[in-house]
């Protein structure tokens, strides 16, 4: 009966993406078991990030829960942060659109997103950066790709008729993030790359040149291409196809590489779960027709695991059914 959380985050605190990564899987235990009480737990928490003040209206990545403030200000799309955005979404389209909270919560976050984290360089990519007490690091992270394909997913419902915006927004991301993989050796994206001291989309610190199948890329490339049909991104999905099957198959499977930008693969001998259930699946879907597994019938969960949406007439077909 004794919760703990990890010393170095931010004296203790809880992470914005675990606790607020729970959202659909409650739901739905709530929807098989007819028990309340798993919705309520995961209702109660978003409750309370909806009363908190926010700095600049951006959730920062660490919360105690003993205060029940902010740990540390600083705030990511990538890492830390990435699901709990992304569930705010889906939990109104798992609702069949029926769940107000999350929408709203969703839209304001990506204003305040668009307000303070995303800027375009020089060169003329979009890029989301991490902000950190207010100063802004021109870092993006590979995990913070996926954004790309959650814009274009809440497209549909972008308030003041954005949905266009929204959709050209994930373009955006999705080509900064094919950037980021074309400017390797490779041709596999980097952990994070950076946009500053004249460069762009590429990775300049050692500890952030590994590519361990990482799935977040070939998400978005996914989205994008049921949203628009645009033959590149089947194209750009093709080449990380290739790049992988070229650089990452090993004899008992697919390994990480240490640095996408040398002459040499230097493995590092794992095969990450979420390859399978992510980036194959991702890249499976990539290339079949839009009714397998159709967004008006299924979301994803953070981890690509389809759940289906709980249509408003479910429950009364069900009645009919007993």
Not at 248 to 270: A, L, P, T
Request: net charge negative.
């Amino acid at each position: 009966g004794i919760g703990r959380n990890w010393p170095w985050a931010s004296g203790g605190s809880s992470i914005l993406a675990e606790f607020g990564t729970l959202h659909l899987e409650f739901v739905h235990l709530s929807h098989l078991s007819g028990n309340p009480v798993f919705a309520e737990k995961v209702m109660n928490i978003r409750k309370v990030l909806n009363r908190l003040d926010k700095p600049e209206g951006l959730y920062p990545n660490y919360l105690n829960p003993s205060s029940g403030q902010w740990g540390q200000h600083h705030v990511s799309i990538g890492g830390l942060g990435d699901s709990f955005y992304e569930y705010l979404l889906k939990a109104w389209l798992m609702s069949d659109k029926t769940d107000e909270d999350g929408k709203k919560m969703y839209y304001d976050a990506v204003q305040a997103i668009e307000t303070h984290l995303i800027r375009k360089s020089s060169g003329g990519l979009t890029y989301i950066a991490e902000w950190k007490g207010g100063l802004l690091e021109h870092k993006m992270g590979h995990l913070t790709c996926f954004a790309g394909g959650m814009f274009a997913l809440g497209a549909d419902g972008a308030p003041d008729d954005k949905t266009g915006h929204h959709i050209e927004l994930g373009a955006e991301i999705a080509r900064t993030c094919h950037e980021s993989y074309d400017r390797t050796r490779m041709k596999l994206g980097p952990e994070a790359f950076r946009f500053d001291g004249g460069v762009e989309a590429i990775a300049t610190r050692q500890n952030e040149k590994y590519y361990i199948l990482r799935p977040e890329v070939i998400e978005t490339y996914m989205y994008m291409w049921r949203f628009t049909h645009d033959p590149k991104y089947r194209q750009w999905g093709w080449e990380a196809v290739e790049a992988l099957e070229k650089h990452c198959r090993v004899d008992g499977g697919y390994s990480g590489i240490r640095d996408v930008y040398s002459n040499h693969e230097s493995h590092d001998d794992v095969q990450q779960s979420f390859f399978l259930s992510e980036t194959l699946k991702y890249l499976y879907l990539l290339f079949s027709e839009d009714d397998l597994l159709p967004f008006d019938h299924w979301i994803f969960n953070t981890e690509a695991h389809p759940l289906p949406v709980l249509h408003k007439d479910d429950g009364n077909k069900e009645e009919n059914q007993k």
